[in-house]
């Protein structure tokens, strides 16, 4: 991306943040704060190409706003940059909380997500009343001429702030899902780094079916969302002395606090710092989803004062019990675990056989005839875009179910790696099907311990049978020295022609569909086996997805 489109992005983020129509001056302004030295007369040349490109309009004398153009354009024109934005975001309001907990006066940081009745306050009530929330305080409004109320409340980025104000620096590094056992917090089963991904954490883990909080709350056992911060080791007194003033005043949620350079709850801490696990602000919206009420729920999207807010409760106890610092197994990311079947994919190319990596889904054995007939339409309306090789598994402990086998993109590097040439797997996405296609999420691969296209459709990101807007499908990003190009096409044109799922192969500082490679490498965009499994569960057929499962032989498979 040139200089110019950073700045045009930066442009677009600064009025969309706008409640109002923007002058140059403040677009200036703003623009000098995230550090591009740009005047006036630079910044009316760029909005007008805004303007042509039909991304911003003039408001008359008042300045230009975003048009919904020009939001679409934010939010999936240059999905490579939004990697890196999420936690630059995350760090713009830990910089501009200034809340003081000794005159409780300043701004905080706040999640707003829509309810719909009274019976989902009464839930984030009693969820808040147990201690399973940052804090009691919140805001209650109503939308006029609508069924629905905005509430906000306080989200734990709060704390990472405060700690910041009083000179201690709070870097924050994964949200995920913390399991309780007996009301103890035991360890973290599933994480994505806030440095490696489009989709905030949080988000990506708020689905249906992934949290139990109101288990937690009746009987002590279940998952609820955290997050997980550093901070330097020769602070760790001083915040817990910060945190337990905080506590006070009614803003908390510190599940647990490690020693120095000591692993907590299965993660790793290196020498010299100290590891804080802070309950998920959005933990009481998850309650009100799991009693199966509608919610919107939106994660730390702004900053509010303090004074905006007031407690939802007067009851608030700690039904958490203290964090045992006890040694927990290491939790590994996604890309870690794969690497050793990644290493044992053996297809020969030339002869169209061995071993490669699988996902396995799993349907009802009354639903499989229907299924596969989605997934034939899947792939005969898109062959492009869809991988036409499938196997029939049976279930390990279920005689009414079977499994679907389908090939995963991991798979292609294995077979490059196999013939001496390196492929690093980078991204699992959504791509949307635009000309040119283009990555509008991204999820790395080594920053999550989860499969980001089980995220995506865990989500129901995707629109693989078009029933919903454009064609959004599953797809990977992938990079390879440039060194050992010739080669690497060589072979992925092969692959191409059998019909493995690869839709580019772009070349070296080439932004490939939305995606970067590093200098002196290149990247390749591949699909994902299950596209045609997204097929059928947006089909409504119930389906359990699994990605990267087990090793089969290629030539046992199927066709379409």
Not at 133 to 160: H, Q
Not at 535 to 556: R, Y
Request: proline share 5%; charged share 25%.
């Amino acid at each position: 991306m040139s200089e110019s489109e950073h700045r045009m992005i930066e442009i677009l983020r600064i009025l969309n943040e706008q409640d109002k129509p923007t002058g140059s001056k403040l677009i200036a302004d703003e623009l000098r704060n995230k550090g591009f030295n740009l005047g006036e007369r630079a910044v009316r040349y760029h909005m007008q190409i805004l303007d042509e490109k039909g991304f911003t309009e003039r408001m008359g004398y008042s300045g230009r706003r975003i048009t919904n153009l020009g939001r679409e354009k934010l939010e999936k024109g240059l999905i490579y940059d939004q990697v890196d934005f999420i936690y630059s975001r995350f760090e713009e309001m830990i910089y501009l909380t200034d809340f003081n907990y000794m005159t409780q006066e300043g701004k905080v940081v706040v999640n707003t997500s829509t309810i719909y009745n009274e019976d989902s306050i009464n839930i984030i009530k009693k969820i808040i009343e147990n201690g399973l929330s940052v804090s009691p305080y919140v805001n209650l409004s109503a939308v006029s001429n609508e069924d629905k109320i905005n509430i906000t409340t306080l989200c734990g980025t709060t704390i990472d702030g405060v700690l910041l104000n009083e000179g201690i620096p709070s870097q924050p590094q994964y949200g995920g899902l913390l399991k309780i056992e007996d009301y103890k917090p035991v360890k973290f089963t599933e994480l994505i780094s806030y440095k490696k991904t489009s989709v905030t954490p949080l988000d990506a883990f708020s689905t249906p079916g992934l949290t139990s909080v109101l288990d937690v709350v009746e009987n002590g056992n279940g998952i609820i969302p955290a997050n997980f911060r550093l901070i330097p080791g020769i602070g760790r007194s001083k915040a817990i002395d910060i945190i337990n003033k905080l506590n006070k005043i009614g803003i908390g949620g510190v599940i647990g606090i490690s020693d120095e350079g000591k692993d907590i709850l299965g993660i790793p801490v290196p020498d010299g710092m100290v590891g804080i696990a802070i309950v998920g602000g959005i933990t009481p919206f998850c309650a009100v989803q799991e009693e199966n009420q509608n919610i919107d729920i939106k994660i730390a999207e702004e900053i509010k004062d303090f004074e905006t807010l007031s407690p939802l409760t007067s009851t608030f106890k700690h039904s958490l019990k203290e964090v045992e610092h006890e040694i927990q197994p290491k939790i590994p990311f996604l890309l870690s675990k794969t690497w050793n079947l990644i290493q044992q994919v053996n297809y020969d190319v030339e002869k169209r056989k061995g071993d490669i990596i699988s996902n396995v889904s799993y349907i009802n054995k009354d639903d499989f005839d229907i299924s596969l007939e989605i997934m034939e339409e899947a792939y005969n309306s898109n062959p492009k875009y869809i991988n036409p090789y499938y196997q029939l598994i049976d279930h390990p402990d279920d005689d009414e179910k079977i499994g679907i086998a389908t090939i995963c993109s991991l798979s292609i590097d294995g077979i490059l790696i196999d013939n001496g040439i390196m492929s690093n797997p980078r991204y699992g996405g959504l791509l949307e099907l635009t000309e040119p296609p283009l990555f509008i999420d991204l999820i790395s691969y080594n920053g999550s311990t989860e499969d980001p296209h089980q995220i995506f459709l865990a989500k129901n990101m995707t629109s693989i049978t078009g029933a919903i807007g454009p064609n959004k499908i599953l797809a990977s990003f992938k990079e390879i020295p440039h060194i050992s190009r010739d080669y690497a096409v060589y072979l992925l044109e092969i692959l191409r022609n059998i019909g493995f799922s690869i839709y580019k192969i772009g070349k070296p500082r080439e932004v490939t569909y939305n995606a970067k490679a590093d200098n002196y490498n290149f990247g390749v965009v591949t699909g994902s086996g299950l596209n045609s499994i997204g097929a059928v569960k947006e089909k409504g057929i119930d389906i359990e997805v699994k990605a990267i499962e087990k090793l089969i032989p290629f030539e046992k498979m199927d066709r379409l």
